[in-house]
RNA sequence: CGGGGCGUGGCUCAGUCCGGUUAGAGUACCUGGUUUGGGACCAGGGGGCCGCAGGUUCGAAUCCUGCCGCCCCGACCA
């Protein structure tokens, strides 16, 4: 792009919503809150589903599909959840139209009212869990472990591309277990899919960690979950999992005979990542040229561009490629071959950085010459100039590297943009100041939780698991805590 | 729903305070030519009910009233 990423939040959002118009992933919809994702973005959210499925199927989970309208009364059931999703439902209320007696067009149908309304699932527990009573009866039935690809709906006040928006393409997992701590090793097992994948596919460094009360998921027991940091010191939740324990098998009567012939209410997780993982994976890795994708989730990993003046001359060049590109193409490579005439070189070599194209090779008359390529990586900008013949070997080695650095530099970034405070008015000199992660004790209660919120706008992001003991006074209220929590804005 | 900002060729915007020729620029697009190792250049061309409706005026993109829409910030949230 050209242009420097700010620093102040407000100009961060223009320059995030910029890029992502720019680099052709997305665009606001005229449907209130909705998004349009553009082949390119949507190209890898296809990467970033093959490689989560694989995760899932080898962890024993297959997949299924269930409706997307969901009974009121459904919804209604479990106590906690309705109340968490209540305000946020689009509503079915009628299921036909009509033309209008005074011509004014078309019209709800007054007499085509629903006898009970349906709700647009803004998630999927209750509608599985009423299907899940019939599939179970015996512990011979358990593990059930299923997940979903599918859209929801949530009526958001306001939204962001991918961030947030009325309606997104997520995954869903939901597990039926016999015993509560299968249940629990289940949520912390997708925690460690999710983890794995934000770390080694996204180049992305999480925290994982467990959601305080406030936090919970409207339903859950325990929500776990993994935390990233963006470029602009804002936290973002990558992705949650969670120990639903007997909450939603009781409200929905799902029992099962254990071996001992007792009859008892399943065990339940629920899990689930969604195309915000996008719009992280853009806030993470981002520079002032624009994209800057993972080598493993980039739609295209490698561009080739050719340098020619005549017809004569790209069809040497085009040999030449071709071989490059066979080479590559037995190490399940993507490529492109911008063989355009109607750009310039300079033009292609900024048009592909702005899209994150992780490598570049530019072959022109001189190479040919020389039998040499020109390769230059994304990440770094940097290019170098090597033989043709050793230009395939090379260029899955950079990949890696590219992979690797991305990682390390993110790594590296969180470090430094993570602070452990001691006092109030250091917490908040550090939020207004640098911003990330903030490390503090706190005394365990809501209600600090709350004001720190209300003064700060700052929320508890996890109880990382990994935290270690430590005693310490809280930094509101002076109480004593036994260990550090992890404090930030967020998106 | 509150606070701020904005609506002018596809896109980014100037012009609005202080009304006055035929409404401008950059970019994108089309044609021709020269170019091609970091976003080309020259020449020519097409494209606007200035968000909508009403009002004031000899005259409105510009002033007044109402409406609609969008963006940013906040409440809500993955």
């Not at 190209?43 to 009121?72: C, R």
């Not at 859950?220 to 602009?232: G, K, P, S, W, Y």
């Not at 004569?312 to 911008?338: C, G, P, Q, S, Y």
Request: aromatic share 10%.
């Amino acid at each position: 792009m050209g242009k420097e990423i700010p620093s102040r939040s407000e100009d961060y959002s223009q320059w995030y919503n910029e890029l992502v118009k720019k680099a052709d992933l997305a665009e606001h919809s005229d449907v209130r809150g909705c998004m349009i994702i553009k082949p390119y973005g949507y190209s890898i959210w296809e990467k970033m589903q093959q490689a989560l499925d694989k995760m899932f199927k080898d962890t024993g989970h297959v997949n299924a599909y269930f409706p997307l309208f969901i009974p009121k009364s459904y919804l209604a059931k479990e106590a906690s959840h309705v109340e968490g999703f209540a305000k946020e439902c689009a509503v079915v209320t009628h299921y036909r139209l009509k033309n209008a007696e005074d011509g004014s067009g078309i019209m709800v149908d007054p007499d085509a009212k629903l006898e009970e309304e349906l709700i647009i699932r803004p998630t999927s527990e209750t509608i599985i869990w009423n299907t899940y009573r019939g599939w179970i009866q015996s512990y011979r039935d358990l593990p059930l472990l299923i997940n979903q690809w599918a859209n929801v709906v949530r009526w958001e006040m306001r939204t962001r591309l991918f961030l947030r928006t009325s309606e997104f393409l997520w995954q869903e997992g939901h597990t039926a277990h016999a015993t509560s701590e299968e249940a629990v090793q289940e949520a912390k097992k997708m925690l460690d899919v999710y983890t794995d994948f934000a770390e080694n596919w996204m180049a992305l460094p999480v925290i994982k960690g467990v959601k305080t009360e406030n936090e919970r998921f409207a339903g859950a027991v325990e929500t776990f979950c993994i935390e990233a940091l963006m470029q602009d010191g804002k936290a973002l939740q990558a992705g949650t999992s969670h120990f639903l324990g007997q909450n939603f098998a009781k409200a929905f009567d799902v029992k099962f005979a254990s071996k001992e012939g007792k009859l008892d209410y399943v065990w339940a997780t629920s899990w689930g990542v969604t195309t915000r993982l996008i719009g992280a994976l853009i806030m993470a890795h981002s520079d002032d040229d624009g994209l800057v994708l993972p080598p493993k989730l980039a739609p295209i990993q490698v561009v080739i561009v050719p340098i020619f003046k005549s017809d004569a001359e790209l069809n040497a060049i085009t040999e030449k490629v071709n071989e490059i590109m066979a080479e590559l193409r037995k190490h399940n490579i993507t490529m492109k071959f911008d063989n355009r005439d109607t750009q310039k070189p300079g033009f292609k070599f900024a048009e592909w950085e702005l899209k994150g194209v992780p490598v570049r090779i530019a072959i022109g008359p001189r190479d040919l010459e020389n039998g040499t390529v020109e390769v230059a990586r994304r990440d770094t900008k940097t290019k170098q100039v090597m033989k043709m013949d050793e230009a395939a070997v090379n260029v899955l080695l950079l990949l890696d590297e590219i992979q690797k650095n991305i990682y390390q530099k993110a790594v590296k970034y969180r470090g430094e943009m993570t602070t452990k405070v001691d006092s109030y008015d250091e917490f908040k000199k550090v939020l207004d100041g640098k911003a990330g992660f903030v490390a503090a004790h706190w005394d365990g209660t809501k209600e600090t939780e709350a004001a720190i919120k209300e003064e700060t706008k700052a929320t508890i992001r996890c109880i990382p698991l990994d935290a270690a003991e430590e005693s310490g006074k809280c930094v509101y209220s002076g109480k004593p805590s036994s260990r550090r929590v992890l404090f930030a804005r967020a998106y």
